[in-house]
């Protein structure tokens, strides 16, 4: 039934735009044979399907599953001091989405980004120099996330990140700023009911995203590999995927879009968010603007402005909010997170460059 009324709508779109040529011109427009031409049959671009065996190189590590390590707690001293290249500059450069419906998104009709994160960015912004338009948004997709980070093109990136233990190899994480399910987003009339549905299904998410690395564990047909999340609801749509494995806060925004689609609960465990900096294996120092971006969290929970934010743009679709937790690292869990990036620096690091970690150089790991 969905399908016959997405086919009508089609008709009466194309019906309607013919009309209005036939007004204007007494010779009938050409339209191009999407079924010759196989435009509506190619994957989005720069996709890609995995299947068989291949599925299995991209299952997420062991650690990737243990409990991430805390974040740095915020000491007393003036913004100044924490980041002062900052200041100098005079604005704070963030990397975000821009195709995230209700978290980073650009407005149809004022061309402006709106979003959770957005707003969360801008508080970020104010804290720092007063003023929360005091910010640059550039994009950033998710595989390009720890790039951005590590050649200094943006500050920081609050852009659906989940901590992970293996990602603060290179990636400083703050304090978790939103709490998400893993789920489904389905058509209406798919069938598809849970995870136990999905055998010999093609799947779809992004590349290098947490979900695409879980997805692998479970028994699937195939996986498709979008660039982005707007490109799996669109591959969807096309019959080229049978179901979307994403966090359910990624998935209101797509369903918002599609109201043939509906959410399915896969059980998962709650994971985190949190907003990434590069970490000092990336050669970059940023501690100080960690723990002002923390102070800012912690703030705007105490506040109150955490709340309204997440009431305007993801209560309706998310229901209550989970607790975030505030967890900073003990003085051993430093001394983890430190070995732990040393042997990272073994095994992927350049040795001709000397980047620090801690007060080590990359010369010091090397054997």
Same mark, same amino acid.
């Given at each position: ?26 010779? %009938? ?27 299995? =190189?991209?299952?997420?590590? %062991? ?7 805390? #974040?740095?707690?915020?000491?007393? /001293? ?17 990397? &975000? ?23 969360? /960015?801008?508080?970020? /912004? ?8 005091? &910010?640059?948004?550039?994009? &950033? ?17 609050? +852009? ?21 399910? *893993?789920? @489904? @987003? ?6 598809? $009911?849970? !995870?136990?549905? @999905? $055998?010999?299904? *093609?799947?779809?998410?992004? +590349? =290098? ?18 660039? *982005? ?12 995927? =049978? $179901? ?18 509906? &959410?399915? =609960? ?10 990434? !900096?590069?970490? %000092? ?7 100080? @603007? ?29 229901? #209550?909010?989970?607790?975030?937790? !505030? ?28 980047? #620090? ?11």
């Amino acid at each position: 039934m969905h399908k016959l009324a997405r086919a009508v709508i089609g008709s009466v779109t194309i019906l309607s735009l013919l009309s209005a040529c036939s007004a204007a011109t007494t010779a %009938p427009p050409v339209w191009p044979d999407v079924h010759t031409q196989g435009t509506v049959n190619e994957l989005p671009v720069g996709s890609e399907i995995v299947r068989g065996d291949d599925l299995q =190189d991209l299952a997420a590590s %062991p650690s990737s599953r243990q409990e991430p390590w805390g #974040s740095i707690r915020p000491d007393a /001293a003036a913004v100044e001091k924490r980041i002062p290249a900052i200041i100098e500059r005079g604005r704070l450069i963030v990397g &975000v989405g821009q195709y995230l419906n209700r978290l980073g998104f650009r407005d149809p009709l004022s061309g402006e980004l709106e979003g959770f994160e957005i707003d969360l /960015a801008r508080e970020i /912004a104010r804290d720092i120099f007063g003023d929360p338009d005091r &910010v640059e948004f550039r994009y &950033v997709e998710n595989r390009r996330r720890d790039e951005a980070l590590r050649d200094g093109d943006v500050d920081l990136v609050l +852009r659906t990140w989940t901590i992970t233990k293996d990602r603060q190899n290179t990636t400083e994480f703050s304090v978790p700023y939103l709490g998400v399910h *893993t789920k @489904l @987003l389905v058509l209406g009339d798919s069938g598809i $009911a849970g !995870m136990d549905d @999905l $055998a010999g299904k *093609t799947v779809c998410a992004t +590349r =290098d995203s947490t979900p695409a690395r879980a997805i692998v564990d479970n028994n699937i047909g195939a996986l498709l590999l979008t660039r *982005t999340w707007t490109d799996c609801l669109m591959a969807m749509q096309r019959n080229q995927a =049978d $179901a979307i494995f994403s966090d359910d806060a990624i998935l209101s925004g797509l369903q918002a879009q599609d109201p043939y689609t509906e &959410v399915v =609960d896969t059980g998962d465990a709650v994971s985190y968010y949190g907003v990434g !900096m590069p970490a %000092p294996t990336t050669g970059r120092k940023a501690q100080g @603007l960690v723990m002002q971006v923390n102070s800012t969290l912690e703030r705007i929970q105490s506040d109150g402005t955490w709340d309204e934010l997440y009431n305007e743009w993801m209560q309706e679709y998310l229901g #209550s909010p989970h607790s975030l937790p !505030m967890k900073y690292r003990s003085e051993q869990e430093e001394q983890e997170i430190s070995q732990a990036r040393a042997n990272w620096l073994r095994s992927n690091g350049d040795t001709s460059a000397s980047r #620090s970690v801690g007060t080590m150089t990359r010369e010091d790991f090397d054997e």
